[in-house]
């Protein structure tokens, strides 16, 4: 009885520490930055800070080399997922109600860009971008980034089409409607969580990348995510920790929304 009891209290204990080393992997590094981002003193070695300040945060809003980064990424990120929206929504479509040749390559094509390492993938597009003198434009920068979303854009709303009952559009057609009221009243709504999911995605994934947007767009067009290379060496700590946070409340934010107004159920549907 006594064994068993200590056994039982050994699994538990170890247990305990699996989840203890997983929240601090998981968390330590997010719990840090957010910490680091309203510290106004903290010296070595007290694991708290002396003083706790918005000082950085004034500090990253008054200078406008870092401003300006800011309100170029999310420009960018709302421009290209728009354009993304508007380019692979009928993909996406065709893919998941039509039958065509070598669809299924295609298809995993749109895979390719997270198949591999992406910047071999930006450096090609680089070299043919130069011969297109879009280096360092605006359009150039909006291409690049588009890539990045194609997946997202593509494979989540086919999904979600090919979940949509057939059942459903036919009885819409049986009662007169056409087929683009039947997509309007019937498809688009059912498949809307999907949709709403892969936009999040691709908005996301536009604000957060770098290595296109340094490639192409440097020195012309400097995002959030590409200051962040040169904020270790040439600003202090704890702006780095603002930027993180500024990159990261978006993340939180959009799928906290999501999850408030689509649900999970609607969620996991999505994939």
Not at 3 to 16: G, P
Not at 107 to 131: C, D, E, K, T
Request: hydrophobic share 55%.
């Amino acid at each position: 009885m006594s064994l068993t009891l200590t056994k039982s209290h050994s699994k538990r204990a170890f247990e305990v520490i699996v989840i203890a080393c997983f929240f601090a992997f998981f968390f330590g590094p997010i719990l840090t930055i957010a910490v680091w981002a309203v510290t106004g003193k903290w010296n070595y070695p007290a694991l708290l800070p002396q003083q706790f300040s918005l000082h950085w945060w004034k500090w990253v809003f008054s200078q406008t080399d870092l401003v300006g980064p800011m309100r170029l990424s999310f420009e960018f990120a709302i421009i290209v997922t728009i354009l993304s929206t508007a380019i692979c929504l009928p993909a996406a479509y065709a893919f998941a109600r039509f039958q065509f040749p070598f669809k299924r390559f295609i298809y995993m094509l749109y895979l390719l860009p997270n198949a591999f390492p992406i910047v071999g993938l930006y450096v090609s597009i680089a070299v043919m971008f130069y011969r297109l003198n879009l280096m360092g434009t605006f359009f150039g920068v909006i291409l690049i980034q588009l890539v990045n979303t194609l997946m997202f854009m593509t494979w989540i709303p086919a999904a979600a089409f090919q979940n949509v009952s057939r059942n459903y559009e036919d009885a819409c057609r049986d009662v007169g409607a056409g087929p683009f009221r039947t997509f309007l009243r019937v498809t688009l709504p059912l498949a809307a969580p999907g949709i709403i999911v892969a936009v999040i995605f691709s908005f996301l994934a536009a604000l957060d990348e770098a290595q296109g947007t340094l490639i192409v767009g440097m020195p012309t067009y400097i995002t959030m995510p590409v200051k962040m290379y040169s904020l270790v060496t040439d600003y202090p700590g704890p702006v780095g920790a603002v930027f993180s946070v500024l990159l990261t409340t978006p993340s939180v934010v959009l799928l906290l929304l999501a999850r408030r107004f689509l649900g999970s159920e609607a969620l996991s549907k999505a994939f």
